[in-house]
């Protein structure tokens, strides 16, 4: 499973931090071996395509948040049918990943990674609003909150939780309780601020063929 997160960073060309704390150090596959798995490294090719520009750039959307192809498509789809409804279509679809459970404990620094953060969720380490919730994919809404179960803070996967919650500055639109280990959604995320590794406006595009 590791060494498929590394191959999909090398493959796509940018890093997406699918692996947490490794990313950040010399051991990140794609500072070793900057190039495309297979024989790549010995091709030379020339600018990629439309379709492939845009088929990449969804992938790498697809791969940083962890999500499925048949998710990230009705994240998509349902997206555009608001096109017109809304004042920004790439801010909906980011807030609409973002609000994702898995991603909400991620950015919350309760777990190092998306992955983590998803194997958590599913083991019912979370209560949303007091119940416990253990769907990934569940969508958080504003005022919700976010806590970790009593009976589960005491795991060692938690050991070292309050020292690197000191250190962790979260998205404005999540307001973190260091002390009580629980945060609360205060409003919504933005292009802007979360900076995707992908442009949205061709993701679109592709799902508009």
Known sequence: ????????????????????????????????????PGLQK???????????????????????YGVSERQFKRYVTETLEKMGKVENVSNELIKRLEQRLDNVIFRMGFAKSRVMARQLVSHGYFLVNGKPVNIASYSVKKDDVISIKANKRDKGVFKDL?????????????????????????????????KPPAEISTIFEFYSR
């Open 1 to 36: 499973m590791k060494y498929d997160q590394c191959k999909t960073c090398r493959r796509l060309g940018q890093k997406l931090f699918l692996k947490g704390e490794r990313c950040f150090s010399p051991k990140c596959a794609l500072l070793r071996r900057a190039y495309a």
């Open 42 to 64: 010995k091709r030379k090719g020339g600018n990629p395509s439309a379709y492939k520009k845009s088929l990449n750039e969804k992938q790498s959307l697809k791969k940083w």
């Open 162 to 194: 309050v020292v690197d919650l000191k250190k962790k500055e979260t998205p404005i639109w999540i307001v973190l309780n260091k002390e009580k280990l629980e945060g609360k959604i205060a409003g919504s995320a933005t292009v802007d601020e979360v």
